[in-house]
């Protein structure tokens, strides 16, 4: 676990900002059973992203990206929100300014209590009709493939944002003021190697906030972050209150 003065240090930066933005990845949701992407165990070891997270495996083979995501749903299904979820709630709480962006599919934050979030890649628990664009929940598990749309009968796809395609143009532009507006980012469990997120700390730096990171290693932005906190996400969160 990490140093106690640099939690000190951090836990009075909270205290007294009055606009927080919080990036959070995989290493969040890791602490409720959730496995990550990139490690040891991650997801991408066993799959290969490019098979299976694109717009062309989709084209290609729907059958099989569905059967990918109904074994991911049903993973998630029993997983619950951990203390590092529920101390966002309490942040989101307590500062005046406060937006979460997140890049988990898995629903947490929401099923935690966050509100005042955007979920950039996406949410496993949403579809889109890929011919009229209708967005709607479905939880079910498993869902029947091929799912077909309840308005027009289109084929249904995740609602989850791919490799190569853009990111939600509503989502970007909050993200953008959220992350030009902070006085202070927190980057939590993420590999940071998926832009554009893997640029957000850079973009609040420049913009003048103080960057701080909780990470179990090292990542690609802790060279820049102003303050690096090492240990679980569900360990060193309710510390910070
Ligand atoms: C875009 C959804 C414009 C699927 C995901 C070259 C070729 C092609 C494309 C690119 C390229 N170079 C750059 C790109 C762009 C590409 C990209 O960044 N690629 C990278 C990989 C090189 N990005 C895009 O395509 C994006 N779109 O840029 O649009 C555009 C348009 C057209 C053409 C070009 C550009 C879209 C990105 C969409 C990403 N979607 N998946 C699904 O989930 O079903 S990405 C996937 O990675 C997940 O969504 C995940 O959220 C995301 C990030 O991963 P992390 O959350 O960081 O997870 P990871 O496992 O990596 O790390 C976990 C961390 O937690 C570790 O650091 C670990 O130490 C830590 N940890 C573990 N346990 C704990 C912990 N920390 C604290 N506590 C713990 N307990
Ligand atoms: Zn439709």
Redesign the pocket.
């Known amino acids: 676990m990490t140093a106690g003065s640099d939690l000190g240090i951090l836990k009075e930066k909270l205290a007294g900002t009055r606009s927080l933005t919080v990036l959070?990845?995989?290493?969040?949701s890791?602490?409720s059973g959730v496995p990550?992407?990139?490690?040891a165990d991650?997801?991408?070891r066993n799959f290969r992203?490019e098979d299976?997270?694109t717009p062309e495996a989709f084209a290609r083979d729907p059958h099989v990206v569905w059967e990918?995501?109904n074994w991911?749903r049903e993973l998630l299904a029993a997983k619950r929100p951990n203390p590092?979820h529920d101390a966002l709630v309490e942040l989101e709480r307590r500062v005046p300014s406060f937006w979460l962006i997140?890049?988990?599919?898995d629903g947490l934050h929401r099923a935690a209590g966050s509100r005042r979030l955007s979920e950039i890649?996406?949410n496993?628990w949403m579809v889109r009709c890929t011919v009229c664009g209708t967005v709607e929940e479905n939880r079910d598990v498993p869902i029947a493939i091929p799912p077909a749309c309840g308005r027009c009968g289109g084929l249904l796809r995740?609602h989850?944002?791919?490799?190569?395609?853009?990111?939600f143009a509503d989502d970007m532009a909050r993200c953008a003021a959220a992350l030009r507006d902070c006085e202070v980012l927190l980057v939590?469990?993420?590999?940071?190697?998926?832009?554009?997120?893997?640029g957000f700390a850079s973009v609040a730096k420049e913009a003048g906030a103080f960057v701080a990171d909780?990470?179990?290693?090292p990542?690609p932005q802790s060279s820049l972050v102003d303050l690096s906190l090492q240990?679980?996400?569900?360990?060193?969160l309710p510390l910070l209150l």
């Open positions: 959070t990845g995989a290493g969040i890791a602490d990550t992407f990139r490690g991650g997801l991408w992203a299976l997270a990918w995501y991911r590092a997140t890049q988990n599919v890649h996406g496993i995740p989850i944002v791919w490799f190569g395609e853009s990111l939590i469990g993420t590999s940071g190697v998926v832009y554009p997120a893997a909780i990470n179990l290693e990542t240990g679980r996400a569900k360990d060193i």
